[in-house]
Structures are given as structure tokens and as C-alpha cells.
């Protein structure tokens, strides 16, 4: 399926835009503590990125409209026009490397939209999509059995083969919004060089589990 992805152009941006993109984007971490997290195995690491959120959210706001629109406004923290104002260039911004001297340092947040084949969906909804949030947009048909592998490749490629989800999409899906995040930073120092505490300390996961580690 052809990508409809557009090349981000540079662009300048105030200080108080900068400031409300972050702002923004702490929210969407605030987020994070009402997010459930039994059903993680109380042994096993899992990274969650504020930026994901913020991003997934903020196009089914904009594929949304009336209260569910408005209602997913409200928790993200910003209004329709700050949106609309600001999101293209937090999307250029999170597809820039980091430091152009230094070709290991990478970030890049790829949004893209998946719709069953034969739906109607809105010319401009899809059109926002692409050209602000620069998604990629597939048709596909959900009831085959290879949709998963599919959804999960594109995953894999545009994480440089560092995730590969085991994915179950039913049948019933009809439309899906998606945000993949990559970043590939170096530690200042070696991993060998950086001290941790003596002392263990106690975490207490969502299953009331106890977790002792030491920290850096």
C-alpha cells in the first residue's frame, strides 16, 4: 500500500509554543498514573512514552468532532486552535536527529491510520492526518489473517527491527490510529563507568509486588 507521508519542512518556532508544546506533552504523562498496569507481569520492564500518547490522542481528536472531540481535548490540555497551531511542527520536531554532528543520535515518531477497506471516511480528516501530522495512510482488509504480521512489520521497520509486537487484530477493527516512537541516544559515559547506589530500595508495583533495585 503506497505511503501518502510528506517530508517535514523546517520551520521556526517561538519560545511560548515550545513551552506549550512540553507542556502538552507532561500532561500526556500525567496520564500515565491513571493508566492500569495489572496486567504487566510485576517482573518485566516496560517503557511508556508521554510523546506516544500525546500523539495517538491528538489524531483521534482530530478525526473526531462534537463532545468526543472536545473530551479528548480535555485531557490532552490544550484547545482546538492550539492544536491545529502547533501539532506540525512538534511532528517535524520529533523527526529531526538530535544533534547533526553526531549521526547516533535518531528520534522519529511516525504516526500512520489504517482503515477497512470499502469504509467512507472524510476527505479532510484524512487530509489533516497526512499533511500535519505526517501519517502514513493504509487501506487494508482486517478479516485476513495476516493483518497482524502486517501492522506488526510496519512496526519493526520503523523501529529499526528493535520491536516486533505479537499483535492479535480482530476483525471488527474498521479504523486504527497509531503512533510508533524511536529514539537511539549514547550514554556521555560508558555503562561500565556510571555508579550506582549501595543501598537497594524498595518499589511497589500495581500488583503490590515488591521490586528491589539499586539506581544510578
Not at 509554543?17 to 520492564?45: D, E, Q, W, Y
Request: aromatic share 6%.
Amino acid at each position: 500500500t503506497p505511503s501518502l507521508r510528506s517530508t517535514p519542512e523546517t520551520q521556526k518556532i517561538s519560545e511560548e509554543t515550545a513551552s506549550r508544546n512540553a507542556r502538552a506533552c507532561c500532561r500526556s504523562g500525567n496520564l500515565l498514573s491513571r493508566v492500569p498496569f495489572t496486567a504487566i507481569p510485576s517482573k518485566s520492564k516496560t517503557a511508556v512514552s508521554p510523546i506516544s500518547i500525546f500523539m495517538a490522542l491528538a489524531m483521534a481528536a482530530e478525526s473526531a468532532s462534537g463532545d468526543t472531540r472536545q473530551e479528548i481535548l480535555d485531557v490532552l490540555g490544550v484547545t482546538c486552535d492550539e492544536l491545529s497551531a502547533n501539532i506540525k511542527y512538534l511532528c517535524q520536531t520529533c523527526n529531526e536527529i538530535l544533534d547533526s554532528h553526531n549521526p547516533f543520535i535518531e528520534l522519529k515518531c511516525v504516526n500512520s491510520i489504517w482503515v477497512q477497506n470499502g469504509m467512507q471516511v472524510k476527505d479532510a480528516a484524512i487530509g489533516s492526518l497526512t499533511n500535519n501530522f505526517f501519517a502514513d495512510v493504509f487501506s487494508m482488509d482486517f478479516e485476513k489473517s495476516d493483518v497482524s504480521d502486517l501492522v506488526s512489520s510496519y512496526i519493526h521497520n520503523e523501529t529499526h527491527g528493535i520491536l516486533s509486537p505479537n499483535l492479535e487484530i480482530t476483525p471488527d477493527v474498521l479504523i486504527m490510529l497509531m503512533n510508533v516512537v524511536y529514539l537511539r541516544d549514547v550514554w556521555g559515559d560508558s555503562g561500565a563507568e556510571l555508579s550506582i547506589t549501595d543501598n537497594k530500595y524498595n518499589f511497589l508495583c500495581s500488583n503490590n509486588d515488591v521490586s528491589c533495585i539499586n539506581l544510578l
